[in-house]
């Protein structure tokens, strides 16, 4: 299959398998499914290869394959930090970090130690969600003027898409940018937006992204106000081995 095919012959039956799914078809998963179908390259594999079969060509692979599309988005959405309980980590700390630090700092005690070794594993769990905490602030803010998230990585690369068939993809920081933002699809370049800068402290880029989207109403200190009011009424989003450790 030509790498650059469309779906617009078969958007109308991409969404009516969608709408029987689901029930209904919200605006958000329109946006989103036109803008995968737009170009094959922006399509997940879910267990189809669509640069190399014919499978959506045949009407029942083609619901099949919206289902698990629908379904992929579903999950990440259901998964967004307001809502979703932490897991405990499934790597453990190397217990030569302690050793190092016990020897670096030989006046360390042993309780002391194992605060800072845990909380350098809770610290790295935190600065993992960010990232989520930014996509679930942006998909509030960004949604009256056309943008919306594609949950679930439903889009590979692509965090937003709007109407338009524009594509953009956001990072908390500017140094966790990988290569597959500089990917085109159908044309169109990825748009980058990085929320502060790394090597420069309390340096925001809101305005970059302002003058990408056009919104009015996006700020450090009011996605400081989304972070704490989601924490405060969902800390299970993080999970703590033993907080009692911490008091």
């Not at 988005?73 to 307001?82: A, I, L, Q, V």
Request: hydrophobic residues 35%; charged residues 30%.
């Amino acid at each position: 299959m030509d790498n650059k095919v469309k779906f617009d012959d078969k958007l109308d039956k991409i969404f009516t398998y969608a709408k029987e799914y689901l029930g209904n078809l919200p605006k958000d998963i329109e946006v989103v499914l036109k803008t995968a179908f737009s170009d094959v390259k922006n399509l997940p594999t879910l267990g189809y290869n669509a640069k190399k079969t014919n499978d959506y060509n045949d009407v029942i692979s083609l619901k099949e394959y919206v289902v698990k599309f629908v379904d992929k988005y579903t999950k990440g959405f259901e998964n967004r930090p307001s809502v979703r309980t932490g897991n405990s980590s499934k790597t453990f700390p190397d217990p030569i970090v302690g050793k190092i630090l016990s020897i670096r700092i030989n006046t360390i005690n042993n309780n002391d130690l194992k605060k800072i070794v845990d909380g350098h594993s809770l610290q790295m769990s935190i600065e993992n969600i960010v990232g989520d905490l930014l996509e679930e602030y942006l998909s509030l803010r960004l949604a009256d003027l056309g943008w919306y998230c594609c949950w679930g990585s439903s889009i590979d690369a692509v965090d937003f898409c709007n109407e338009k068939g524009e594509l953009l993809q956001i990072k908390n920081s500017d140094n966790s940018e990988n290569s597959s933002s500089s990917r085109v699809r159908n044309g169109t370049q990825i748009m980058k937006w990085a929320r502060r800068k790394s090597t420069k402290e309390n340096t925001f880029y809101w305005e970059d992204l302002i003058a990408l989207t056009g919104a009015k109403n996006i700020s450090e200190e009011d996605f400081v106000k989304f972070v704490s009011a989601t924490i405060e009424k969902n800390p299970a989003c993080i999970y703590v081995a033993n907080e009692e450790m911490y008091k």
